[in-house]
């Protein structure tokens, strides 16, 4: 399922593959999001166009809308939304975290309402994961428990616990239909990986103890990958860095690292130094959306006065379609006039400087120079934040 090809010969950056259902997967990779099934305002193959190889859906999201029903009618998700390249889903346990008043933790599972219709659901570690084979994804995500910053440690063991003992029902149940689909293999030409591959997720807040504990029992189980969860609730970088760098430490060599959530261009880089394989993050949709565009010299507001008369391109070194064919004066003059153009745009730019940095990346640490690459890369894109 993953095979680790090389590693920096001065840090812990390696590069890897990731073999799913819909198709290899070179790391580190950075995973668009596409919460609901689209990443927003771009196409699957404006996405292709730019180099993705996997993006994000979410499970709480898609099971309220428009409903795993729907799905399963449409042959699943991939089908449903035109995407053939590999899909890893959450298992909406961070959206379910951020209902502090609408949902309630217990050993069973989660109770929440919905924050369309207030209507009441329960996720438990079974039925995501159910939901997420009707759902068809190549990498599946257990239900775990998220604690904000900071947390009494009491608190957070507490939840650790119940992380791993969720992690544990949820891989009976993924063990359960391997089976399966290995005994139906033969008789309906099935893969392995039909069931989709499933991850476990490291947490215990900022407590050393409790995320070597949290690890050590994780990899006991056997999980196809490992996540570290947790992280970016509100705390600082440097207590970040020193969680992921701990964790990545403890997880095996031979099984791809997801860093949930963590997507600005220096903590992805940090992050890869560490031995990390793969990203996610809203942050080029968002901000793009809101007219903010990342460049090789740093974030660039194009809403700003100074780019009324700006026929530059938003980033001379990119070759993105937005970059090749406007300038910054037509997109500013986009965004002030409020054409849903504009935010396409800077947003398909956004999504391809990443894409961009994580092709470059793996290419410096294929020639054992990555601390020189990243070091000029944020020379230059700390130079000139505009």
Not at 157 to 177: D, G, I, N, P
Request: aromatic residues 8%; hydrophobic residues 35%; positive net charge.
């Amino acid at each position: 399922m993953f095979k680790l090809i090389h590693r920096d010969k001065n840090t812990k950056a390696r590069l890897g593959k990731i073999i799913t259902l819909h198709g290899e997967i070179d790391t580190p990779c950075f995973m668009p999001v596409g919460t609901q099934g689209t990443v927003k305002a771009i196409s699957p193959k404006e996405l292709e166009d730019s180099g993705a190889q996997i993006i994000l859906s979410n499970t709480y999201h898609l099971f309220l809308r428009p409903g795993t029903e729907v799905i399963k009618k449409a042959g699943g998700l991939h089908k449903f939304m035109s995407w053939r390249k590999p899909i890893l889903t959450d298992s909406g346990g961070y959206q379910i975290f951020s209902l502090a008043l609408l949902r309630k933790i217990k050993d069973e599972g989660v109770e929440f309402q919905s924050h369309i219709d207030g209507f009441k659901h329960l996720f438990t570690p079974e039925n995501v994961i159910e939901t997420q084979q009707i759902l068809g994804s190549d990498i599946m995500m257990p239900l775990d428990e998220c604690v904000h910053y900071p947390c009494a440690k009491d608190q957070a063991e507490v939840a650790m616990k119940r992380t791993l003992a969720w992690a544990r029902r949820s891989k009976l149940v993924h063990s359960q239909q391997s089976i399966v689909n290995s005994q139906n293999t033969k008789n309906r030409g099935l893969s392995s990986l039909d069931c989709g591959l499933l991850f476990g997720i490291v947490q215990g807040a900022t407590y050393e103890d409790l995320r070597k504990e949290c690890a050590q029992r994780l990899i006991e189980m056997d999980f196809q990958g490992y996540a570290i969860g947790g992280v970016s609730v509100g705390e600082p970088r440097n207590l970040i860095y020193n969680i992921v760098n701990l964790v990545s430490d403890l997880l095996p060599q031979d099984k791809p690292r997801y860093l949930m959530g963590v997507g600005l261009p220096q903590d992805i880089l940090e992050a890869v130094g560490q031995g990390v394989d793969m990203f996610d993050c809203v942050v080029p949709t968002r901000y793009g959306r809101n007219g903010t565009a990342f460049t090789s010299v740093g974030k660039l507001t194009i809403r700003n006065s100074p780019y009324i008369a700006d026929f530059s391109p938003l980033d001379p070194e990119c070759t993105c379609y937005a970059c090749k064919n406007f300038s910054r004066a037509y997109l500013r003059h986009l965004f002030n006039t409020e054409e849903i153009l504009g935010l396409r745009l800077v947003s398909l730019h956004n999504v391809h400087f990443f894409l961009e940095l994580m092709r470059r990346t793996r290419e410096a640490i294929a020639q054992n120079r990555f601390s020189e690459f990243k070091k000029e890369f944020l020379s230059s894109y700390n130079n000139s934040i505009t």
